[in-house]
């Protein structure tokens, strides 16, 4: 199977005189030819600590069937339960099994004879999926993960752990219940590059799996990466993730050959998709009438699928300085309004309704010049607007739930083609 790639570089070339600071908006498509045949490994870990009992560990087990079942034939998987320890549930012997109607038979019998356990130690889940899915080294691999609590592993364990893992798998993480932490499980998803979710309604819970493990089946193109070729004296201030979800990409990069300026990303594995990016550089002081170049590159292994050129000059024109790319405007508007929603989840978690309004109007404002509807939709857990005055009320009851809700929803960005055909749809 092959897997094509495509890139687009939304920026405006034009700075001003004394000018350094430049954003760009990178968008990577693949699209693969026909039915996945990259060897592809799933591991599924369940929080079976001692606050899932009842409902939570009933849904739980339903879910990981659910995405057992959606499985495709010849993917390897495993099912890990997790609670002080990491104990392979299926196969029992800490390896892989490869999806068929027998394998898939016996990981349900498996999960329906799971039980309970007592603490909430993830890193030590993280690791033992780490190791099993080293089993296989050639494969693209995947953990999925629910939890209803907060890490409570030593730190120091914690965090070596996480390095132990660091760069071996793709992690979804998926909270339920009201006692896990959002920061742990975004640090998750941006360290491993998956995505964060709450499910608040247990009975939607196996959806929420079959959906993460359908996705990871779709993979076909790992060892992909993004390069940044820079002049010298040039520095990327900042490259972050801005579809589908918010992450920063920082603690990925590493330098480039000693023959190129620059760094490396790497973007984990793709299926037929579309993410968007923005980098931020500065360059160094520069005369009016001179050019840069920046070239952006994707790689696969070590075959250049895509590559674009950001050239930058330098004018007194304030019309060519001051115009804004639309791209860059609609990745950096949904950038803004996540971070206000963020300043009021925690405003009203610490009780200051003053900061927590103020807050909510401004995201409001930006989220409704933008258009940027899924934006809308997250605040309105938290606050009450009305399009004619222009007024923001926090919600008078503002549950835990709520709160949980609008955090994670506001790492999740639209397209910027999403938001830009809106705008420019008829009123």
């Not at 490259?239 to 050959?257: E, I, N, T, W």
């Not at 696969?300 to 004018?315: H, N, P, Q, S």
């Not at 005055?389 to 739930?401: A, C, E, F, L, N």
């Not at 790492?411 to 910027?416: A, D, I, L, V």
């Amino acid at each position: 199977m092959s897997t094509a790639f495509d890139l687009t570089v939304g920026y405006n070339g034009w700075l001003a005189a004394g000018d350094t600071r430049l954003d760009a908006a990178v968008a990577i498509t693949s699209e693969t030819d026909g039915n996945s045949t990259a060897e592809v490994a799933e591991i599924i870990v369940i929080d079976r600590s001692g606050s899932m009992y009842g409902d939570k560990f009933t849904e739980a087990k339903r879910a990981a069937k659910a995405a057992v079942d959606v499985l495709r034939d010849g993917a390897y998987f495993s099912v890990v339960a997790g609670a002080t320890e990491a104990v392979p549930q299926y196969p029992l012997d800490g390896t892989l099994a490869q999806a068929d109607d027998r394998t898939r038979a016996g990981a349900r019998a498996a999960i329906d004879a799971m039980n309970g356990g007592s603490s909430t130690s993830i890193g030590a889940w993280l690791r033992c999926a780490a190791d099993i899915l080293a089993t296989r080294p050639a494969a693209i691999g995947q953990v999925l993960l629910l939890t209803d609590g907060q890490v409570t592993q030593n730190t120091f364990g914690y965090h070596a752990d996480l390095d132990y893992c660091h760069g071996k798998f793709r992690c979804d993480s998926v909270g339920i219940g009201l006692d896990w932490d959002p920061d742990e499980l975004a640090q998750l998803a941006e360290r491993f590059q998956g995505t964060f979710k709450f499910c608040e309604d247990l009975a939607a819970l196996p959806e929420y799996f079959t959906q993460i493990s359908g996705n990871a089946m779709s993979k076909a193109a790992a060892d992909v990466e993004l390069h940044v070729v820079v002049p010298e004296e040039t520095e990327l201030e900042s490259l972050s993730q801005m579809v589908p979800v918010k992450q920063d990409l920082a603690g990925h990069r590493r330098p480039l050959d000693d023959d190129e300026e620059g760094w490396a990303f790497p973007l984990a594995a793709w299926g037929t998709e579309t993410r968007e990016y923005l980098l931020r550089f500065d360059f160094p002081p520069t005369g009016l009438g001179m050019r840069l170049q920046v070239l952006i590159e994707v790689w696969r292994g070590d075959e250049l699928v895509a590559e674009k050129r950001v050239i930058v000059r330098w004018t007194e024109e304030r019309s060519q300085f001051l115009a804004i790319d639309p791209q860059v405007a609609a990745l950096l508007g949904q950038g803004e309004v996540s971070a206000e929603i963020d300043s009021a989840v925690r405003a009203i978690d610490a009780g200051d309704f003053d900061t927590a309004t103020q807050a909510a109007q401004r995201a409001y404002r930006l989220a409704e010049e933008g258009g940027f509807d899924g934006l809308m939709h997250t605040l309105g857990r938290l606050a009450v607007y009305d399009p004619d005055t222009k007024s923001v009320r926090i919600r008078q009851k503002v549950s835990d739930g709520d709160l949980k809700s609008a955090m994670t929803g506001s790492y999740e960005m639209e397209g910027s083609r999403t938001v830009l055909g809106r705008k420019e749809e008829p009123s």
